[in-house]
């Protein structure tokens, strides 16, 4: 199984950009899908984007669509979560999770392995 750790996370204002990064070990993250999600206090697990193996197809949430922007480097075994026009709404818990399957789904119970999470906060 893969091990994931995110990183890059932080304090940033409203309007600012932070760029996320997962990397893998154990095994090479190009034999998975990856997917972001996060968590906010109080709130569900949501999806946030995803990202097909070779990187030529992803998907995004309605809330970060435009803002959001999701890349791999396969040859790091990285992916990575550029945020920009960041929102309060945007802060979270934010994860990487890597699934085995073929096509690049939303729902979380698919992805099979997570990292430890990363604290995004937002301030107004």
């Known amino acids: 199984q893969v091990q994931l750790v995110e990183s890059g996370g932080g304090l940033v204002q409203a309007g600012g950009s932070l760029r996320l990064s997962c990397a893998a070990s154990?095994?090479?993250?190009?034999?998975?899908?990856v997917g972001w999600f996060r968590q906010a206090p109080g709130k569900e697990r949501e999806f946030v984007a995803a990202?097909?193996?070779?990187?030529?197809?992803?998907r995004f949430a309605d809330s970060v669509k435009g803002r959001f922007t999701i890349s791999r480097d396969n040859a790091k075994n990285t992916v990575y979560l550029q945020m920009n026009s960041l929102k309060p709404e945007d802060t979270a818990v934010y994860y990487c999770?890597?699934?085995?399957?073929?096509?690049?789904?939303?729902?979380?119970?698919?992805?099979?392995?997570w990292g430890q999470g990363t604290q995004v906060t937002v301030s107004s």
């Open positions: 154990g095994r090479t993250i190009n034999g998975y899908i």
């Open positions: 990202i097909n193996r070779s990187g030529s197809n992803t």
């Open positions: 999770a890597a699934d085995r399957g073929l096509v690049v789904v939303t729902n979380l119970d698919r992805y099979d392995s």
